[in-house]
T-cell receptor, first 118, second 114 residues
Framework: AQKITQTQPGMFVQEKEAVTLDCTYD???????LFWYKQPSSGEMIFLIYQGSYDEQNATEGRYSLNFQKARKSANLVISASQLGDSAMYFCAMREGDSGGGADGLTFGKGTHLIIQP | DGGITQSPKYLFRKEGQNVTLSCEQN?????MYWYRQDPGQGLRLIYY???????QKGDIAEGYSVSREKKESFPLTVTSAQKNPTAFYLC?????????????FGPGTRLTVL
């Protein structure tokens, strides 16, 4: 089973609208971290926002916020007032706790290709 | 400016040849990682290192090797045993291993096997 599922392969959004990118995750660990990265066409991965499993409040970073619903295992990224420069691939990723002795790395979803239209 | 550099940006290799991808960081980070990205896919972990002279296999380590002789350097060798090496390779680092600190990524190397 996939540990990170992003169900939207692609999205078209009008400039200045808000957009929600979906992410669901699967883990049996109580302690874990969730990350969102942006990948422009140039290829580099840009860190956007982080949510810890024990954080009671949803994370926010400027125009980015994370809608964290722990019981549903959902960590959706919300971008407010979208801009043309937001067009990119967006990846949700998870770092699980050490209960299973797993690798110290991130598990990524397959991404959502977001296109902002003028 | 602190950051991660990867070289070369594009690399072409003939079948049966080994090739080494460079990754250097000046962020003074302890942990370093190598990921592979195939078209339309997310990143998959190849190897990671939490400290100098130590490294661990990730999910897809077969056909790859690494070394960590210096804190700032984590080169990846793609060997002839890797059956489908054409991909985009990304190196990353984080300030400390085993934590939830974000990983910082380099610009990537695009490897094509001819």
């Amino acid at each position: 089973a996939q540990k990170i599922t992003q169900t939207q392969p692609g999205m078209f959004v009008q400039e200045k609208e808000a957009v929600t990118l979906d992410c669901t995750y699967d883990t049996s660990d109580q302690s874990y971290g969730l990350f969102w990265y942006k990948q422009p066409s140039s290829g580099e991965m840009i860190f956007l926002i982080y949510q810890g499993s024990y954080d009671e409040q949803n994370a926010t970073e400027g125009r980015y916020s994370l809608n964290f619903q722990k019981a549903r295992k959902s960590a959706n990224l919300v971008i407010s007032a979208s801009q043309l420069g937001d067009s990119a691939m967006y990846f949700c990723a998870m770092r699980e706790g050490d209960s299973g002795g797993g690798a110290d790395g991130l598990t990524f979803g397959k991404g959502t290709h977001l296109i902002i239209q003028p | 400016d602190g950051g991660i550099t990867q070289s070369p940006k594009y690399l072409f290799r003939k079948e049966g040849q080994n090739v080494t991808l460079s990754c250097e960081q000046n962020l003074n980070h302890d942990a370093m990682y190598w990921y592979r990205q195939d078209p339309g896919q997310g990143l998959r972990l190849i190897y990671y290192s939490q400290i100098v002279n130590d490294f661990q296999k990730g999910d897809i380590a077969e056909g790859y090797s690494v070394s960590r002789e210096k804190k700032e350097s984590f080169p990846l060798t793609v060997t002839s045993a890797q059956k489908n090496p054409t991909a985009f390779y990304l190196c990353a680092s984080s300030i400390a291993p085993g934590t939830y600190n974000e990983q910082f990524f380099g610009p990537g190397t695009r490897l094509t096997v001819l």
